[in-house]
């Protein structure tokens, strides 16, 4: 059973991989499964860089398999469909998000929450249900049950709008779930990253007042002026965070490296909800006092069930959410990660994979 990655399924694939934790990539050949009767196989013409993507490809996570594919923010036109397809047809646009599996029968996938689903699959780098290794949008094709594909609306821009299949659902369903999409609500954003970004346009379009909570004033200028923010507050500057305490109905907390969530307590009126959705490898501190003082909740959440997914890219796609992109090709990979590990990007690299990603010279060819 041990196939090597080029030869375990029958239809040849490639894309760029890392082999080990250095998080080094080069090109990869590997395969994908025959479309199922159930299945929707797809041409990848753009996937979008998260941060996870970076994570992963050095197992800061402790869950990487070797070698990885990232890429979970896919878009691109249907190739072929299993005769059972009802979604989507050949020609069509879709997207597939960080999911790529479920059991679909447990309490969490009977409500649509297949992101809480404790036998999830992960669309790269995580066991497939036949043992084989799943393989994200660093790729050429991709394949998937029609179950976890996306129809992607005529209006929405494929590249520009990759980023919303985890970026956008990550930051949309909290603020879903939690309450925070009423119109004349107060609602802060701490990160102004990939997913900060997407989280300010989408409280900006559910008619709230955004303000931003960054350690850097650098920022003040393009989170009002470009994105739409009403109001920025430096969270080291204790006079405007003491003026702003006890102002906003809830926050959603982008950030991924340690950082003090005490401060953005005082910032919660009572009732108030602080949403984590960024994953510091390191516990955050919290004491009881300012959240029984005020009821107040602290609460995470990851990623968006199917059904949430696609009503978020069809909002999206209404409300003209679209995040601020750099397009880049496939081979500027490398120091895309490193310039992502500093934050220089505004405020997402997306791959243009059908204009860069070439299939490796074929060696016979050369006579090696
Ligand atoms: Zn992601
Ligand atoms: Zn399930």
Known sequence: MAESPETEHPVKAFGWAARDTSGVFSPFKFSRRETGEHDVQFKVLYCGVCHSDLHMVKNEWGMTHYPIVPGHEIVGEVTEVGSKVKKVKVGDKVGVGCLVGACRECGQCADNLENYCPKQILTYSFPDVDGTLTYGGYSNLMVANEHFIIRWPENLPLDIGAPLLCAGITTYSPLRYFGLDKPGLKVGIVGLGGLGHVAVKFAKAFGTKVTVISTSLSKKEEAISKLGADEFLVS????????????????????????????????????????????????????????????KIVAGTTMGGIKETQEMIDFAAKHNVLPDVEMIPIDYINT????????????????????????????????C
């Open 236 to 295: 080291r500057d204790q006079e405007q965070m003491q003026a702003a305490a006890g102002t906003l109905d809830g926050i959603i907390d982008t950030v991924s490296a340690a950082h003090p969530i005490i401060p953005l307590l005082s910032l919660l009126k009572p009732h108030g909800k602080l949403v984590l959705v960024g994953a510091p490898e390191k516990p955050l501190e919290l004491p009881a006092f300012p959240l029984i003082q005020g009821r």
């Open 336 to 367: 895309a990660m490193e310039r992502l590990l500093k934050s220089d990007v505004k405020y997402r690299f997306v791959i243009d994979i059908a204009k860069s990603l070439k299939p490796e010279e074929d060696c016979h060819r050369r006579s």
